[in-house]
């Protein structure tokens, strides 16, 4: 793509066609500057197969500002949309609504709360909020799903990599498998949701940390075609990179060949003064080869060394990985805790495409609109019972009970306050005689979620740098149960509806079926 | 990300750290002008889980190309390295290193030959050929991977579902689901692989397509919030697209409500002389949905009208609906070849991201190194021999049979001419005794696949627009045996080496193993 092709690809164009023919729709009826509300929210953790999410971690909203700051509807754009004919031949978009579109096609007449990036967050809640004219509300929609469903599925899966490495070091490696430009935004996901560094030079440039790489096997069997072999090119990394000398040792046979030349060369750094940092294994049986490394270096003493593991790795393989050492480093004489603690891992593919679930499936529903500046709640009726929307103005509140942890997300009306009330009841969302009841003296806190990021287009939350939106994430993960962090099979968390609210919604429903019950009935 | 930040994050910086810290390691050793010649392959097709595809689709090289052309090292990217510092303090990159690359930090240097898009390529064959300064085609690798593995991976997938649908007009939606930006690189590798339309504005702008759509649930919904119900906003669509009548009819209920109040708003359409379009059905069993629309809308008179089908969408499902509909349709009085051929796919999520393997495993290797002019070829060996990429500078041949079908690629030295051979000897890449023989008589044509396309950064090929992509892969598409393009468990199609090539091969592994070798045996 060519430098302003990219401009218009990724600019107010950057929607789907029907945002556009509906916001012409909305135009001719004049409903296009009614006030409505969109809701965005996913309806399930990402599943991986053997395994799913009991959490997801927020992210993204920074980049969707941005985009909506740095976007308007170009000149170039109305042209190109002029241009657009129909089946027979005419005009699909009119005069007087591209003339509409020209002065109005920005969102600086947008209000929007949101979860902030970083939150544990649950299905079924909504994370963003969208309030603003119809007609520009609906062209939101596809960027903003664009913008945080990928950056959230990243950070839910990083999350879900840090725990099973036990918090110990992640490298994000993922530059080469991801989509395209996308793959810059799942390494910024991966940062905020568990990696602690990142190889991608530019985005970590952009973010303020540092970016992390050593070597590949091109250099090694460069030095190969050249006459020499793995101990030249390992002496020459170490020459150039005396301080940082991590050294790839499966270019040729990981115990015979890569960790003896690697010794050497660390043996050689040392008396030189200089610390070796340590070694990578990319292939191979990496917990067998972990232990065998271990050992080698160990006896070389060099047991401070870090061991960084890479080649497709994931939370599961980690886990894998992890209970085979503790299983059979001991038959070796090598410490498993020990072991463990050096481990260092760099996750590229199964993290960048969240391997097992690829996608999340977030959407974006008008829950109400503003009617004679009377707000009137909007339903979509859906088959199964719990995929159909909450509808109205909303409030979302999390529950921590008497041990700190989270118990559950209640959404009520918005002019409800739980936190005030001697007993909430928290109903099921979908079954009608499922609640659960929680008295005040079992609750320790009810906080309010959502958070007003913009009024009509102006900024006003403070956004965080990653560091802090990583606080925020320890700090939600240390409060969840520890029965909703498990890796395998996680206890289901409780989004749960306010009495009122379910009645609302109930109501609502059965006037929307009444047509169609008495058609069937005359 | 600001703008300026997408500058950096997407420039020259648009790579791996190590790719710097080893082009740097070449500087140090004088060897960073020193040609290198790297190939980019993939080792497996992607694997769906239930299903693996038996031919993969080029694509994504245009889009390297612009990428190469538009990016240089500038100076804020200098300033940048400068200032990355090791563990004790120090640069890690040096002012001598940054000064050459400051001058040479651009892809002017850079040769290449690749097997141009759209065309049908299998694994271990060389999609892409580079040469030029080892420092600067290393940097290269993580921009080329990244542009070339998804774009193959999604016109892959593409090209599947467009089988699966016999044809019939498949359109991509993904938008909101893809990795933030690089849903347009998935838009435009979908129109490749068998999209015939994206639902994306400006991608389909960028490349001269008219973008599709009509509308979604929340049109109708806003009617419904405003007092009015699904025919009132039936209505409202028709009036301002009466030729481009295709309605939504599943926001309320598809059979009670919306087909009904589709063929109503149908037959005031015919009154006024417009012809409707077609129904889209997003929810529930596609397969009995769309057999009961097509009944109703049959005894309506609206037999011509399309039936649009969406909902998680993908090969399979899509092969399913079929059998479904030609086992049931006759049961309720539809013509099943009448229905399948008025079906048109939205395809969104389960394209966009390959559902099933997000990634194709695309790497890059060093083959061989040019040393006092003369090219010495590279190997990295792997514990699977398999995984063991060929060494030197190869031709690319696809060999087809008497049927005018290709039977095999072959990978040949660079002086062999199989062409002209009265037979060809097709050694199995990894098994020592396995081979075939093919007498000239029994084929019909060998055809060098891998064409020029850089010479020394300057463009020497003709890029052609997406529709030449698209013919290029129909016909490559016809020229598979139907085995190689079934669904479910394809025939392998053989990828080989010549003998030459095969004894080579074997003469550099045996030549790297034997420092080890004759350690072990003292």
Known sequence: MKPNERETAEGFLYTDEYQLTMAQLYFRMGLHEKSGQFDHFFRSYPDYGLHKA???????L???LDWMENTHCRDEDIKYLKSQTNRVGGRVFGDDFLDWLRKNGNFDSISMQAIPEGRVVHPNVPLTVVQG?????????????NHLNYQTLIATKAARIKESGRGKVMLEFGLRRGQDKGANAGARAALIGGADFSSNVGLSHVLGYQPKGTHAHSMVQLFMALGEGELQAFRAYADVYPDDCLLLVDTID?????IPNAIIVFEELRRKGHQPVGIRLDSGDL???SIQAARMLDQAGFSDTVIVLSNNLDELVIWQILTQI????PRYGVEADHLINRLVYGVGTRLIVSDGDPALGGVYKLVAVCDDDIWVPALKISESHNKTPNPGHKHVWRIYDQRGKATADLLTLEDERPGEQ????LHHPSQTSKFRELRSESVTEVESLLVDILREGKLVAELLPIEGLRERRDADVERLDPGVRRLMNPHIYHVSLSERLWNMKQELVASALSPIHSRAAP
Do not use: D, F, R
């Open 54 to 60: 009991g959490y997801c971690i927020a992210a993204g």
């Open 62 to 64: 920074e980049w969707l």
């Open 133 to 145: 004219p119809l007609a520009i509300a609906q062209i939101l929609e596809t960027p903003l799903l």
């Open 254 to 258: 990981t115990l015979e060949s890569g």
């Open 287 to 289: 917990a067998y080869l």
């Open 326 to 329: 503790q299983e059979e480093a």
């Open 422 to 425: 001697s007993e909430i009841i």
